[in-house]
């Protein structure tokens, strides 16, 4: 059974510290992991996807890597700004490609200015 | 390209009550799959749709009901409501397996 766990559950850091968040998952047979944004409710927003066999992906200020070997995947947001502030989850798709995502629970990203 | 969109933005329903929800995908995915989030929890599987068919679901009793149309939107049906539906509802689209983009849910609160 997959489960996904993301820790810290919540974090507060001053403007312009770089940061990372963590991702860990039980099952290592992965098709992709997907990183989304969630502003107090609101939607999600897709951040990044990283397929199974690609080791990082990048957008603007953000680095996911995807280690499957540790069941392990971090996002890198560079240079902290209040707009970052928001809810960051992550998922992996269940059994197979593009069917269920199993969430972990979030960690609630707080930037000071 | 407007996105994923869902109807109606806010709800609020009496226990016992029936409920709809709505979800337009984004241009071009043929699947759409629907989850519940509770407050401070990630949102949880309730069922996928391609095709017109019901093809996973989750742990979700049978008040849970859905359909997707020809022209792929979806509804999401819920009866007999008890307060603990009361939850954000998030819909999302895909084409093929590939990534999920979410709408901006449908918020409901059953009193």
């Known amino acids: 059974k997959q489960e996904v766990t993301q820790i810290p559950a919540a974090l507060s850091v001053p403007e312009g510290e770089n940061l990372v968040l963590n991702c860990s998952f039980t099952d290592s047979a992965i098709y992709n992991l997907q990183w989304f944004r969630q502003d107090p409710g609101k939607g999600l927003t897709s951040l990044l996807l990283?397929?199974?066999?690609?080791r990082e992906q990048t957008s603007g200020r953000l680095n996911a890597s995807l280690d499957k070997s540790s069941g392990r995947s971090t996002l890198y947001i560079a240079a902290s700004q209040p707009g970052d502030s928001a809810t960051y989850l992550c998922a992996v798709p269940y059994y197979n490609q593009g069917g269920k995502l199993i969430f972990g629970q979030g960690t609630e990203l707080s930037v000071k200015p | 390209d407007a996105g994923v969109t869902q109807s109606p933005t806010h709800l609020i329903k009496t226990r016992g009550q029936q409920v709809t929800l709505r979800c337009s995908p984004k241009?071009?995915?043929?699947?759409v799959s629907w989850y519940q989030q509770a407050l401070g929890q990630g949102p949880q599987f309730i069922f996928q749709y391609y095709e017109e068919e019901e093809r996973q679901r989750g742990n979700f009793p049978d008040r849970f009901s859905g359909h997707q149309f020809p022209n792929y939107s979806s509804e999401l049906n819920v009866n007999a409501l008890l307060l603990g539906d009361s939850a954000l509802y998030l819909c999302?689209?895909?084409?093929?397996?590939?990534?999920?983009?979410f709408g901006q849910g449908t918020r409901l609160t059953v009193v």
């Open positions: 999302a689209s895909s084409f093929s397996g590939a990534e999920a983009f």
């Open positions: 241009s071009g995915h043929d699947t």
């Open positions: 990283i397929q199974s066999s690609q």
